[in-house]
Every structure is written in structure tokens, then in C-alpha cells.
Nanobody, 115 residues
Framework: QVQVVESGGGLVQPGGSLRLSCAVSGSIFPSNTMAWYRQAPGKQRELVASSTTTPTTNYADSVKGRFTISRDNSKNTVYLQMNSLKSEDTAVYYC?????????WGQGTQVTVPS
């Protein structure tokens, strides 16, 4: 049974920083993509950042230069460092683990940046 648990969300003022964590437990094939998505109210879920085992990283244009994705394969954990936060970053952030066994989503963590 694979479990994906996000943490680190909260309320932060514009310009502030947050670090999200996503811990994966259970049996999972090591070659996988770890990614962060977000979904704002009334909007579709969108990719924020992804990291492969190469490692190759990919970022949404809206977060380039502000967010950094990193992973600790020994701990099966992926992080999202978010700096210079803006009100438009307000959303529920979800962690996705993509492996040959399938896709695994976390329950999400709320990030709120007031305008």
C-alpha cells in the first residue's frame, strides 16, 4: 500500500516563503517522477514542478525563479521550496508520484497568500 502525505502548507504574507514536503511510504518502484500540482478555487489542477530520477526538473512559467523542487531518494521524499510568494500562488498543493506501478496522489495541503 503506497501512501503519499504532504505537509508544510499554511498562511504566509506576500513575499514570504514556505517549504512543502511530500513523504512516500510503501513499496514503490524507484524509477519515478515526483511532482507538485496545485489547484486554485474554480480552476483546473496545474503542474507546478516536477523532478525525474535523471534528475531533470521542470517548472511552470509562473513559478520559475521562485520555486525549487528537490528530492531525497533515500527518504522517498520530495520538497517544494516556495519563495517570493504571491496571492496568485494561493491553492491546494498536491504531490504526485508517478511510477511504473501507477500514479499516486496525496491529499493536498493548503497554501494561502492573502492579497
Amino acid at each position: 500500500q503506497v501512501q503519499v502525505v504532504e505537509s508544510g502548507g499554511g498562511l504566509v504574507q506576500p513575499g514570504g516563503s514556505l517549504r512543502l514536503s511530500c513523504a512516500v511510504s510503501g513499496s514503490i518502484f524507484p524509477s519515478n517522477t515526483m511532482a507538485w500540482y496545485r489547484q486554485a478555487p474554480g480552476k483546473q489542477r496545474e503542474l507546478v514542478a516536477s523532478s525525474t530520477t535523471t534528475p531533470t526538473t521542470n517548472y511552470a512559467d509562473s513559478v520559475k525563479g521562485r520555486f525549487t523542487i528537490s528530492r531525497d531518494n533515500s527518504k522517498n521524499t520530495v520538497y517544494l521550496q516556495m519563495n517570493s510568494l504571491k496571492s496568485e500562488d494561493t491553492a491546494v498543493y498536491y504531490c504526485l508520484i508517478r511510477s511504473v506501478g501507477g500514479d499516486y496522489w496525496g491529499q493536498g495541503t493548503q497554501v494561502t497568500v492573502p492579497s
